[in-house]
Structures are given as structure tokens and as C-alpha cells.
């Protein structure tokens, strides 16, 4: 018997014309925690996505448990034992717990037994310490919660293999140890992990092999015992040296872009969700806002952005009273925001790469003249943004949806930092992307800040955090719990203020 689990022999998916994978080949142990790393658009997700079912026109074979299969869907996928937690959950909010597990599923019964299903999802939830309490809605529960409620959902569907897509994107902390050791207590009964991660630290900390993907084709498998450090794993994704430091010059304070005073803002259900909360960023540093997402921080950057709407308190920008203000006058107070749902709020789908690098900026000289677009200049213009953000595009005419997610936010990042802004408002900008892609974004805020620029970041990444932020505000259940400075900022004092204990 096969000591693989899983074999994917020369798999080659193609949309159109762009190539994602190329003659892939992936051979997974039974028992392991098997690490898929690489660049944005490298082809991570097409490759599960063909594996789940999510795509079934695709070239090659597929071997799981020793059997030559076909997946034509997720349901087939399912069925078979492998269980996919996506980068974007797919939970129905409104529903409860226990209604989004059974959802889809198959039961024997005339009359679906809904308590007998929550019982075994609550002993479920016991054996792997992530009890959830099966009757509340999705929506009243934490990101962390829904992330453990997908996990659980593919264990109760008698998941084999998982795969786990940027599983410690929006995760304390304490909440990632908690997965690492869930994730090793199922590899010692015998299932099997698929990680998705760009966080070299952790692929190093947890995983037994990795393979790396380049350009959609395998650059390398190997053992992580045999990996000397986080630089060798880098340079294996990219094909070169990268830089895993981002240096910062010392402060130079050039005056409040930013005030903050006494501000309420209640969230979509009427509930308060920012909670007096009092700050300032000055021009020339970073303010970092730290946080497990959903204390407060979307709401916060909402009614800063004019988004929404404050029960009370006070935003200046640049001198200038901006609550009420339309999202348009206070983007044309200086500000630019990198917002934390780029397919909401940061870029039009079905609209072109130069259209959506307009978006913003087409009323201004160069872009436009007496009331007609200059699209020679828009072109070559964001040919140059598209360049130095190494967006991997076809050209600058093709569809934003067509892009991976993670050239989708270097998109948007380089057409905001493109505008040169008095105030950045930078939200999880680095969220899914590779180490170099990261990097050099985080290059280009440090830049801003140099320049003179105030930027508001914020992150559930610590280490971007503690690495950029002259100052780091600690938010939880919409209050303050503290502004550390950088001297004094580590994982050991954040860590107990992003889950509510003071010091």
C-alpha cells in the first residue's frame, strides 16, 4: 500500500490563454502536515481548487487513498474525506451553528434530527478543545469561532484530508497554538494537513514537508528538517535573495494629520463597536491598531473613511472636521485608504485593470482634460504602477476578476500609495500576500511615512506590526486597551491586551 495519501501526477490547469498550473506533481503522506507555499498567482489555490472539485476541466491524475479518481464537485470531494477551510469562509451568517453543518448533507432519517447532530458536534468540539456553542448564529460569533467552526464542520463530515488555506490570517496569538496543536493531535490519529501559508515562521514551526510552487510549476519538495532557515525558503519561492527586514529611519513628527477624540460608532446591528475612543497620528509615523478583527477596528476605519456614519465624537483630518463627510471629500482631503475588503470597496470586478487604477483619481490633470479621459497617459501610467507592484496580469486591459487575490491587492495598494497621500489608511495590506509581494509593500508604507506622510495601519499581523509601527494602539471589544511604543513592543505584551488583559 501507497505511503501517500494523495498523488497529483502532472496536473496542468489553464484559464483561457494563462497557464495557473503546468505538469504539476503533488505526493502528500498519510499522517503529515504538508506545506504549499508560493508567490501570488504561483497557482497555490487553483491547484486545491482542482483538488476539492471546485474545478473538474483540468489535465493529469489525481490519486487519493490509492484510488485513481475524478472530482467533479465539492460534494464528490466531501464524500471521498477531504474537507477544504478557505481563506473566506463559506458560513451563512444567519443560520445557527449546528444548521450550517448539516447544510448540504445527507441524512437517513425522514425528519432531520437536528439535536442528535448537535450532540455529536458538541463532542466533536470537546475532543479538539474548540467547543462552540451549536445553537448560537454564525454571526454573533468571533472570526477565530467561525474559523474552528469550518475546521469542526469538515471533521463532522468525516474529512480525511484537510486542507487549510491562510488558516492564521485573523488569529490571536494563543489562537494559533491552540490550531498548531489541534492540527498535530489529527495528524496523530492518522489525518492529513494540507497548510496554505505565506508565514515562513510558522510552515518552519509546524509542518513536516513543503513544496513550492513558481509560475504555476513545482521549484522544489523538501523535508523541513532539511531547511536551514526562513531565507532559504523565501529565495525557493521567488528564485532569489529576499529581504526579510523592512529598515526604518528614527521619527521626525511633522504635525496631526489624524485626530481621533471621544469617537462612538455603533455597528451594523445598532451595537456599539467603537467605544470612546481617543487617539492622534502625526505626519512622519506609523500608528499601528492591533487587534483580534471584529473589536471594532472595521467600524473605527468606516466612519474615518465616511463609510459610516459616528453616534458621537470627533475625526479631523488635516484641520479639517470630516465627520459627515462623504467618502469622496475626505479622500480629497489628502487621504488614501487601502480598505480591508478589496472586492467591496477597493476595485470594480468586470471593469479593466487601468479602470479600476482610475477609480479614484480620473478627475485630476494628466488623467483627464475638459472633461475626456487621457487613456494614452492612463495607460502608460499604470503600465508603470502594474511594473513596480509586479502585478502578474496579461496586460493592462484585462478584467480586475481575472487577477489572483494576491495581485488584486498589489493593485490596489499601488494605484493608493500611488497618490502620494497626506494620511494612509492601511488596512491588512499585506493580507495574502507571498514574502517578497509583503515585503515590498512594506517597503513602500515606510516610504510614505518617510516622506512625511501619517499612516494608520492596521494588521492582525504582529510581526508587521511590531516591525513598522512607531506606536501600536491595542484594541478590544471596541475600547483602547493601551498604546505601546515601539521599544517596548512585543508578542509577550500585545499578545494578553489583544484578548482583554490589562497589564
Not at 528538517?225 to 526562513?230: E, L, N, P
Not at 462623504?326 to 480591508?340: D, T, W
Request: charged share 25%.
Amino acid at each position: 500500500m501507497s505511503e501517500y495519501v494523495l498523488e497529483m501526477k502532472k496536473v496542468t490547469k489553464t484559464f483561457g490563454s494563462v497557464v495557473a498550473n503546468k505538469d504539476v506533481d503533488l505526493s502528500v503522506k498519510k499522517g503529515e502536515i504538508h506545506a504549499l507555499l508560493g508567490e501570488n498567482g504561483a497557482g497555490k489555490s487553483t491547484l486545491m481548487n482542482c483538488l476539492y472539485g471546485m474545478f473538474d476541466s483540468y489535465e493529469g491524475e489525481v490519486y487519493f487513498d490509492g484510488q485513481l479518481v475524478r472530482i467533479a464537485d465539492s460534494k464528490h470531494a466531501i464524500a471521498l474525506g477531504i474537507g477544504m477551510v478557505h481563506q473566506h469562509f463559506m458560513l451563512i451568517p444567519v443560520l445557527s451553528v449546528i444548521e450550517n453543518v448539516v447544510l448540504g448533507m445527507k441524512e437517513n432519517k425522514e425528519v432531520l434530527d437536528l439535536k442528535a447532530a448537535a450532540r455529536e458536534f458538541t463532542a466533536l468540539g470537546q475532543k479538539y478543545n474548540m467547543e462552540i456553542d451549536p445553537w448560537v448564529k454564525v454571526e454573533q460569533l468571533s472570526v477565530g469561532q467561525q474559523q474552528r467552526l469550518e475546521i469542526l464542520k469538515a471533521l463532522y463530515r468525516k474529512a480525511k484530508l484537510l486542507i487549510l488555506d491562510e488558516p492564521t490570517a485573523v488569529l490571536t496569538p494563543g489562537e494559533i497554538d491552540s490550531l498548531f496543536e489541534m492540527m498535530h493531535q489529527l495528524t496523530d490519529e492518522g489525518h492529513t494537513v494540507i497548510f496554505i501559508s505565506h508565514k515562513l515562521g510558522e510552515i518552519m514551526k509546524i509542518c513536516d514537508r513543503c513544496t513550492v510552487l513558481r509560475l504555476g510549476e513545482v521549484a522544489a519538495c523538501v523535508k523541513i528538517s532539511d531547511v536551514k532557515d526562513h531565507q532559504q525558503l523565501a529565495s525557493l519561492m521567488v528564485g532569489r535573495d529576499v529581504a526579510l527586514e523592512t529598515t526604518t529611519k528614527p521619527v521626525e513628527l511633522r504635525g496631526k494629520r489624524l485626530e481621533v477624540e471621544s469617537l462612538c460608532v455603533n455597528n451594523d446591528r445598532g451595537i456599539a463597536a467603537v467605544k470612546d475612543m481617543s487617539f492622534d497620528v502625526h505626519g512622519g509615523e506609523i500608528l499601528g491598531i492591533c487587534g483580534v478583527d471584529g473589536n471594532g477596528q472595521s467600524e473605527l476605519i468606516g466612519c474615518i473613511t465616511g463609510l459610516r456614519q459616528a453616534a458621537s465624537g470627533k475625526v479631523v483630518i488635516n484641520g479639517t472636521d470630516a465627520l459627515g463627510l462623504n467618502p469622496g471629500k475626505i479622500l480629497a482631503l489628502g487621504v488614501s485608504h487601502i480598505p480591508e475588503d478589496r472586492h467591496k470597496y477597493g476595485m470594480i470586478g468586470p471593469m479593466t485593470l487601468d479602470e479600476n487604477l482610475i477609480l479614484v483619481s480620473y478627475k485630476q490633470e494628466n488623467y483627464s482634460s475638459r472633461g475626456f479621459l487621457n487613456w494614452k497617459w492612463i495607460a502608460q501610467h499604470g503600465k508603470e504602477i502594474i511594473k513596480n507592484f509586479s502585478v502578474k496580469t496579461p496586460g493592462i486591459k484585462e478584467l480586475a476578476k481575472n487577477l489572483s487575490g494576491g495581485n488584486q491587492q498589489k493593485l490596489v495598494v499601488g494605484r493608493e500609495l500611488d497618490r502620494t497621500p497626506d494620511l494612509l489608511i492601511a488596512v491588512h495590506p499585506s493580507r495574502g500576500l507571498d514574502i517578497g509581494a509583503t515585503k515590498y509593500i512594506q517597503g513602500q508604507i515606510v516610504e510614505q511615512r518617510d516622506r512625511g506622510a501619517a499612516v494608520l495601519l492596521v494588521s492582525t499581523e504582529l510581526d508587521e506590526l511590531i516591525e513598522l509601527s512607531d506606536r501600536i494602539l491595542v484594541v478590544f471589544d471596541g475600547k483602547i486597551m493601551g498604546i505601546v511604543e515601539r521599544a517596548s513592543a512585543t508578542r509577550e505584551v500585545l499578545g494578553p491586551l489583544m484578548a482583554g488583559v490589562h497589564e
